[in-house]
């Protein structure tokens, strides 16, 4: 069975009143279905791209976030948010750009 989850809108806001209070900057690049849609995280650190984060179902029916993105040699990052964002209109994507961006990284997909 897989556990409850924030309604998308919900756990949006709340990722990007925590960014803010650290110092970052967060913002809504496409707004999805407020309560079911899936959050894509554009993480960067001063304007550089460090990494994709996505939201997955885990074998073990949680949710966790983990590593996600265009694979070196295939399409740039925009071509690829744009693909997934026309394959599901209800796909936030948010960007957060954060001092320390790895360690939030690693922070964010140790928690799930």
Known sequence: MTEARLAASVEASSLMRKVAANGGFATILAKGDAERGALLLVVTERGRHVAVLERMLNAGGN?????SGPKSGGATLAEWLQKRRRGDGDL?????DVPDAERFVAETTSKG
Do not use: T, V
């Open 63 to 67: 949710y966790a976030w983990q590593l």
């Open 92 to 96: 936030w994507l948010i960007e957060l």
